[in-house]
């Protein structure tokens, strides 16, 4: 299972922390861990690369496989809002996987 944990510090989302495999299907033709890893990199490509912020990016390619990424502190009300509203967006598209695969997505929201 993919579990992704979203942290949060009062009303904002500071990072997440996603890890294991979905177990949808054989490494390779599994559809959910691929649209999870396709949302997440496209998230990480937008603030790191288009946006030129300095999230940090931790990958882990161990038995069991984890990423975890954390946005920086003190952004310009322009860039908070646009960063929120992309974290919120990997939010809504995750929990919408996990009611599409239970078994294969947990999402949660911790502080």
Same mark, same amino acid.
């Given at each position: ?12 989302? +500071? ?38 912020? *300095? ?6 390619? *161990?038995? +069991? ?22 974290? *919120? ?23």
């Amino acid at each position: 299972m993919t579990t992704v944990r979203f942290r949060t510090d009062r009303d904002r989302i +500071t990072g997440f922390t996603c890890q294991g495999h979905s177990g949808h299907a054989e490494a390779g033709r599994d559809i959910v861990c691929a649209a999870v890893t396709s949302a997440i990199r496209y998230l990480e490509a937008t603030v790191n690369d288009v946006l030129g912020l *300095a999230a940090s990016v931790r990958v882990r390619e *161990a038995e +069991t496989p984890s990423i975890a990424f954390r946005l920086p502190g003190g952004l310009s009300p322009e860039l908070e809002e646009t960063t929120q509203a992309l974290m *919120a967006g990997l939010m809504v598209y995750l929990s919408q996987l996990h009611s599409e695969y239970p078994d294969s997505v947990e999402v949660y929201e911790e502080a």
